[in-house]
Every structure is written in structure tokens, then in C-alpha cells.
């Protein structure tokens, strides 16, 4: 039997969606992110994807400024969550790198979030678990082209 159901447009999938993440936001909220505020954990999340950034792209893909960026850096120097180190190739050059504190404080936040969206996901059908599973994987795969494609560009513009 074909199914006749209207194929949603992007529009209604981005209101879902946005709604989805409001409710995270106030699940998530048990898990508290502190000691790091929400632009430091930004930073954080950054930083484990692009491990050895250097801080004017790092401005640059939080769309913020070198010293804004550099103050924010410096407190998550002091929390020992970041390292700065100073490129071999070109001593005014620092690269940032996610120190073992750091990836601690994320892998501890994300099992607290975890056990949050669980508790959520267990009262739901398992086919409907399905469906947002490979909805969610496609989701992922295709913003993480996205992003990567828009900071290929940005330093294309840097430079």
C-alpha cells in the first residue's frame, strides 16, 4: 500500500525541530553546565571538533571578535579546560587545544544529558524511536557538511 501522507516541507521539520530543542533546552537545564557558561561550552564543543584551531578562526566560526574571543579562551585557560599553545611555525600564531579536563567536564555532561533524553526516549514506540534515529543521522551528516563547507570558506576569506 503507498503511502499518502504529505512529505513535510522544511519549514514544518524546522518549527519541530526548534520546539524539540526548546524542550531540550529545559531537560538539559537539570544537567547543569556549570562551571562553564553557554558561549564557553560553545568554545568547548569547538574545540574538540577542530582540535589545534587558532583563535582568529575560532572567532571567526562563533562570529565574534580576536579579544572577545581571546577573553573567553583565557577563562577556560584558568578553569583548565583549554590550552594554549604557541605554533612552532609562527611564534604570534596560538593554537588552541582541548585539554583532558575539558574533554572530562563535555564526556561528564553528556552522559548527564544522556540519562535526561533516555528517561524521554523510553516512553516513546519504538518505531517512533526509529524514525527519529535515522532522521536525526541524516540531520547530523548533512549540518556537518554544512558547517565544514561554510569554515573552508571562511578562511578563504582570511585569507
Known amino acids: 500500500m503507498t503511502d499518502f501522507r504529505p512529505r513535510p516541507e522544511p519549514v514544518q521539520v524546522a518549527r519541530a525541530t526548534l520546539t524539540a530543542m526548546e524542550l531540550l533546552e529545559v531537560l538539559w537545564g537539570r544537567a547543569s553546565t556549570a562551571p562553564a557558561s553557554p558561549s564557553q561550552l560553545r568554545v568547548l564543543l569547538m574545540l574538540e571538533h577542530q582540535d589545534g584551531i587558532n583563535l582568529r578562526t575560532l572567532a ?9 574571543t581571546s577573553r573567553l579562551c583565557d577563562r577556560l585557560g584558568a578553569a583548565g579546560f583549554v590550552e594554549r599553545v604557541v605554533s612552532p611555525t609562527d611564534r604570534r600564531e596560538v593554537r588552541l587545544h582541548l585539554s583532558s579536563r575539558g574533554r572530562a567536564f563535555l564526556d561528564d555532561l553528556r552522559a548527564r544529558r544522556e540519562q535526561e533524553l ?10 517512533k524511536r526509529t524514525a527519529l534515529l535515522e532522521g536525526l543521522e541524516a540531520f547530523c551528516d548533512t549540518a556537518a557538511l554544512q558547517i565544514l563547507e561554510n569554515t573552508s570558506h571562511a578562511g578563504d576569506r582570511t585569507a
Open 60 to 68: 571567526d566560526s562563533l562570529a565574534s571578535t580576536p579579544p572577545s
Open 118 to 127: 533516555q528517561a524521554v526516549l523510553e516512553l516513546m514506540p519504538a518505531a
